[in-house]
């Protein structure tokens, strides 16, 4: 049974950082890619960032390039995303998500998906 699960989600404030956590089990870690994704309410899902099976693909999305990295540790089947200087619109449930080898940006090509958690952004 493959698990994901998100934490490290929280309360910050406008320029502050926070860094979310993403454990996997069930699954050969090592050869899935990974994704995280948000929803702010009302919103649709967005791309995050993504981080290939080995982790010499990484892609961001424009939004969040030069504040956020991704990075892994295949060895303790975790997921990272280091999130800096946040923005009130970076206030969402960020989702981590895996599929096979390749980083997409699509939601719909990943197989697995986490619970969620909440990061919110105050002012």
């Known amino acids: 049974q493959v698990q994901l699960v998100e934490s490290g989600g929280g309360l910050v404030q406008a320029g502050d950082s926070l860094r979310l956590s993403c454990a996997a089990s069930?699954?050969?870690?090592?050869?899935?890619?990974m994704g995280w994704f948000r929803q702010a309410p009302g919103k649709e899902r967005e791309f995050v960032a993504g981080i290939s099976w080995s982790g010499n693909s990484i892609d961001y999305a424009d939004s969040v390039k030069g504040r956020f990295t991704i990075s892994r540790d295949n060895a303790e089947n975790t997921v990272y995303l280091q999130m800096n200087n946040q923005k009130l619109e970076d206030t969402a449930v960020y989702y981590c998500a895996a599929r096979p080898t390749v980083v997409s940006t699509l939601g719909s090509e990943y197989d697995y998906w986490g619970q969620g958690t909440q990061v919110t952004v105050s002012s």
């Open positions: 069930g699954l050969a870690f090592s050869l899935y890619a």
